[in-house]
């Protein structure tokens, strides 16, 4: 069997997770062999049948993991916690404790946002000013957290002022550039648990 079986609900998701698990060392697990999947129907198609997808790879991998964005879901629920509880509930029947769904608020685009420097090295930026100074001047808003509230129109913004074309692998290049032990994004570190709890770090001798 193989280690993990991701479903996402779009490019740009199965980039950034995909830089973050090229990395075992930096999320504190061992090494894992991976696949991802992509749903169809991007974040509502994940919610109404992503578990079940899920449920026909229960025989060929240990662990399962579903992801998808709260923004665009078409969920009733106004937090991520409660729709996971939801999908963990549909995926339980099948795989036990073997699998866990990550609903990321607003989007996965928000796991970008750990580090100016990071953002800034990979898009090549040479305005004077921070990313977050520019993003401010032309409007944005930003949480207390120090992160756009509207994190994938920030950094299709920014993508646009570098004249990059825009492209899912600036999401791995940016999140394998990024000090995960310090990302605070409350999914993310739901994430990491899990992934910490089924692939624990080998113990030095």
């Avoid at 997808?53 to 991998?61: G, H, K, P, T, W």
């Avoid at 969920?75 to 916690?81: L, M, N």
């Avoid at 646009?160 to 000090?179: A, D, F, N, V, W």
Wanted: net charge neutral; charged share 25%.
């Amino acid at each position: 069997m193989q280690d993990l079986v991701l479903l996402v609900a779009d490019k740009n998701a199965q980039f950034a997770l995909s830089g973050a698990l090229h990395r075992p060392q930096a999320i504190g697990i061992r090494s894992i062999e991976f696949v991802f999947l992509v749903h169809p129907g991007r974040d509502g198609g994940t919610r109404k049948t992503g578990p079940e997808i899920l449920n026909l790879e229960a025989r060929r991998f240990r662990h399962a993991i579903l992801v998808l964005d709260l923004e665009g879901s078409g969920s009733e629920c106004s937090e991520a916690v409660a729709l996971e509880q939801q999908l963990d509930k549909r995926l339980t029947a099948t795989w036990q404790g073997r699998a866990k769904s990550i609903v990321i608020e607003p989007e996965a685009d928000i796991w970008l946002w750990g580090s100016d420097n990071a953002m800034q090295q990979v898009l090549r930026w040479t305005d004077s000013r921070s990313i977050r100074a520019w993003l401010q001047e032309k409007g944005f808003d930003f949480t207390s957290e120090g992160k756009p509230k509207r994190p994938k129109e920030a950094f299709e913004e920014v993508v646009r002022k570098c004249q990059l074309p825009r492209s899912s692998s600036l999401y791995s290049e940016i999140t394998g550039k990024l000090s995960l032990s310090r990302c605070t994004d409350s999914a993310y570190q739901r994430l990491s648990a899990k992934l910490k709890e089924w692939f624990p770090a080998p113990e030095l001798s």
